[in-house]
């Protein structure tokens, strides 16, 4: 079992519809997580570092839910210009603080 | 102010070969991980050093080895390259190996033939 999971998609959705991309890991003792975006043939870029009080960056939202050891992005109104790969990462600072990151998820915002 | 960098951005290698991969960290960090990330999957952890000692290490074969030098740039190499071996190669710096961000260079694109 991968120690970080993603649904590789893609998902292809209209400008302005609302998409959501779900992330589970394995590992409990897991105690940063983030999500980052990789445009094609890019490096991954920090889109916003997720918390389990949830957090919010304009049309993004971000919710840990510790229990079930899930992550979940949501992008609101998409834009042509948010297509790309979104990367579920975890830290584990047992592991030396090395980055493990899922297999991503493909977004094509179409117009 | 300068963000991480790589050289080469591409590289053609040979099955057999060897190949030496560079990473310039921003100024200021001193720590510096690798990651190989193969088409259409995320990027796995190679090496992590930190204060020029080897902090982390992936599950990788011997092939692959790195060092940093007093300067906090690094160095991958791979030695008796295989196909398989083709890949983008990360280099990620950040201040500290825990709690803080880190940032990606643009990559090395190795094509193995």
């Known amino acids: 079992r991968k120690e970080v999971e993603q649904d590789p998609g893609p998902f292809n959705v209209p400008e302005g519809a609302t998409v959501a991309f779900n992330c589970t890991y394995s590992n409990s003792a897991s105690q940063s997580f983030f999500w980052y975006r990789q445009d094609c043939r890019k490096e991954p870029k920090l889109l916003m570092s997720v918390y389990s009080s949830g957090n919010e960056d304009g049309r993004f939202t971000a919710q840990l839910n510790r229990a079930s050891q899930y992550i979940s992005l949501l992008i609101r109104d998409s834009k042509l210009s948010d297509s790309a790969t979104y990367l579920c990462v975890v830290k584990s600072y047992n592991q030396g603080g090395k980055l493990i990151f899922g297999q991503g998820t493909e977004l094509s915002v179409k117009p | 102010d300068a963000g991480v960098t790589q050289s080469p951005t591409h590289l053609i290698k040979t099955r057999g070969q060897q190949v030496t991969l560079r990473c310039s960290p921003i100024?200021?960090?001193?720590?510096v991980s690798w990651y190989q990330q193969v088409l259409g999957q995320g990027p796995q952890f190679i090496f992590q050093?930190?204060?020029?000692?080897?902090?982390g290490r992936g599950n990788f074969p011997d092939r692959f080895s790195a060092r940093q030098f007093p300067n906090y740039s690094s160095e991958l190499n791979v030695n008796a390259l295989l196909l398989g071996d083709s890949a983008l190669y990360l280099c990620?710096?950040?201040?500290?190996?825990?709690?803080?961000?880190?940032?990606f260079g643009q990559g090395t694109r190795l094509t193995v033939v």
């Open positions: 990620a710096s950040s201040s500290h190996t825990e709690n803080t961000e880190a940032f």
């Open positions: 050093y930190y204060e020029k000692e080897e902090r």
């Open positions: 100024s200021g960090h001193k720590s």
